[in-house]
DNA sequence: TGCAGATTTGCACCTAGTGTCATAAGCTGC
DNA sequence: GCAGCTTATGACACTAGGTGCAAATCTGCA
């Protein structure tokens, strides 16, 4: 890795550093990206060759996240049916700790129900990654599984797991990170029940 | 009806005729606000007592379609399980030709694969009417249906459809609007099958 | 060291969107 | 049909996101 790439890089978490830091501190609008970028010791105009817009700090790891997940479509076992592949993959709701649980998970869930323009371009993010994802499936499953077709299955996989998740979120009280997870599991096999099922 | 009331319905109306001719004409991105409101003969300003924003020009019905959604929940056969519900209300693809298939639906669907702002809006629309579907279902089996089920339910049904339509969107070829329609419910029937047949 | 290519950044500029306020228009009761 | 209230309008000023451009600066490499 360069010097060049190096800088960047650290240009970048910099970036990210300080956004998490003050969109926690005085909210997410109220905060300019000339205040971020200031704060991270480069120019407002520099900002914009590092992320093209405010909301894509809060996802600054997706296009990564995303590979992780169609690399992971790739190894699978002799019998696996397109549906278990969605579930090996996607079960754990979309969300690879990939980063390390920083500050900006956190964030980023509170902004995800309190920011229209996060929640849209969130949105936005796993809709395409839906897409990617069906063609994949569709590529791996010749004859059995026309483009269409994988993409609703996908479509209806991902649905219920950010319709559990999301109720989850919604749903008050102190509930634990595992807690959590372990009732949208049980939304979703109690919806996909007889999808999951073999035979 | 009130006067006042009236020459608002007109306003409003004249702005989605400039906003829909203006995007086919120059495109979305090349027409601003002030062309809108220019072309409609009122102020830049008084643009926004009618629209929050540029989006949503192109949902000028989003409100009244939604709630025809959830309306169309109220009545339901004695037998009905909860799947049922939503393949009645939703399996036309949400796409319930409310206004008389006016300029504004074939715009529409192609600013929805073009600017991605659109495509967003139209995302979190959709979004928050399962949200508020999946509410009424949940409250309206009790004790089957608990919130976090009725929304990865509906958030699948849903998925699945967005997805095959979506699908059906990207695939070239002059298709008749019926044609999609009918592949549509096919790959979502093929889909989702297991959910949809009794017992 | 010196050059080529990439990065940074200031500057001017455009558009979306909001707050404020005076004015105009419609409504309601008499 | 008029007085008084409410609501809509639009002008003005302003903030913030975002882009194009060109000069200045830095890095990689010979």
Redesign the interface.
């Known amino acids: 890795m360069s010097l060049r790439d190096r800088k960047r890089a650290r240009t970048r978490q910099a970036l990210i550093d300080a956004a998490t830091d003050l969109f926690e501190r005085n909210g997410y609008d109220e905060t300019t990206i000339a205040d971020i970028a200031a704060a991270a010791e480069i120019g407002t105009r520099t900002f914009f060759s590092y992320f093209a817009s405010k909301e894509e700090l809060v996802f600054p790891d997706a296009e990564s996240r995303v590979q992780a997940l169609l690399d992971a479509l790739a190894n699978r076992a002799p019998d696996d049916r397109p549906i278990d592949l969605l579930v090996r993959v996607l079960s754990d709701g979309g969300e690879v700790s990939d980063d390390i649980i920083g500050k900006l998970t956190p964030l980023r869930m509170r902004l995800l129900q309190t920011v229209?323009a996060v929640?849209?371009?969130a949105?936005?993010i796993q809709?395409n990654a839906?897409?990617r994802i069906?063609g994949i499936l569709a590529e791996a499953f010749p004859g059995e599984l026309?483009?269409?077709?994988?993409?609703?299955?996908?479509?209806?996989?991902?649905?219920?797991?950010?319709?559990?998740s999301?109720?989850?979120l919604?749903?008050p009280g102190d509930l634990t990170a595992e807690q959590r997870t372990q009732?949208?599991r049980q939304?979703?096999v109690?919806?996909?029940g007889?999808?999951l099922s073999r035979d």
Do not use: N, S, Y
């Open positions: 229209p929640q849209g371009r949105l936005q809709f839906e897409r069906a026309d483009d269409v077709t994988a993409r609703a299955l996908t479509g209806a996989f991902a649905g219920a797991v950010r319709g559990a999301q109720a989850m919604d749903r009732a949208t939304a979703i109690k919806t996909l007889p999808l």
